[in-house]
């Protein structure tokens, strides 16, 4: 039982560069979310996922999409990355909706140049 | 707007010694829940205690506990008997439980326990 995994650990993109980071849970979790982590604020939800093939909007998803085409995986992506989408990015997976504890991956480090 | 403040950036405590790390926050809703987390130097955030609004008993977690006052919209996290794996970040959460989902996290109180 591996958790909450996290893929790739750290990453360094130039301005204007794609990808995806892959968040896998093992736990059947239903609920699924993406929170960035800046230096001296807190975790800002960017995207939640309520289950298989939903998703929306958390506080702060410009420049982000995200996709869960399998309950175990919820799928970011940065189309064009912008120096201000540095940050560290947390997956996180919740049984029950909000009120329920929810797992951290370990995160992911992304330097965008 | 829901707001969570986290006021002591960084304490410090013995080893063995009990510490209190304070949170306020500040909101309309009746119905909500209250976390505490930790994010120790892997990075990884772990739930320390949670607590629902609508219960007056405080929560308590082996040597964690909190002090939460609902008409003063606090939420104190309260370490006894403080060991060395307890350096961390810590951070406290508040859930909507109605209408827009909305989770809010302080920014944190970093806690180094001494030997």
């Known amino acids: 039982n591996a958790g909450v995994t996290q893929t790739p650990k750290f990453r360094v993109l130039k301005t204007g560069q794609s990808m995806t980071l892959l968040c896998a849970q093992d736990m059947n979790h239903e609920y699924m979310y993406w929170y960035r982590q800046d230096p001296g604020m807190g975790l800002r939800l960017i995207h939640y996922s309520v289950g298989e093939g939903t998703t929306a909007k958390g506080e702060v998803p410009d420049g982000y999409n995200v996709s869960r085409l399998k309950k175990q995986n919820f799928l970011l992506g940065l189309e064009s990355a912008a120096p201000s989408q540095t940050s560290v990015y947390f997956c996180a997976s919740s049984y029950f909706f909000s009120t329920d504890t929810q797992y951290f991956g370990p995160g992911t480090r992304l330097t965008v140049l | 707007a829901q707001t969570v403040t986290q006021s002591q950036p960084e304490m410090s405590v013995q080893e063995a010694e009990t510490v209190t790390l304070s949170c306020t926050y500040d909101?309309?809703?009746?119905?909500?829940?209250l976390f505490w987390y930790k994010q120790p130097p892997s990075r990884q955030m772990i739930l320390v205690i949670r607590q629902e609004a609508y219960k007056q008993q405080n929560a308590t977690e082996n040597r964690f506990s909190v002090n939460f006052q609902k008409a003063a919209k606090s939420f104190s996290l309260k370490i006894s008997d403080s060991q060395l794996g307890d350096t961390a970040m810590y951070f406290c959460a508040f859930v909507f439980t109605s209408g827009t989902y909305k989770y809010i996290f302080g920014t944190g109180t970093r806690l180094k326990v001494l030997a």
């Open positions: 909101t309309s809703e009746n119905n909500y829940y």
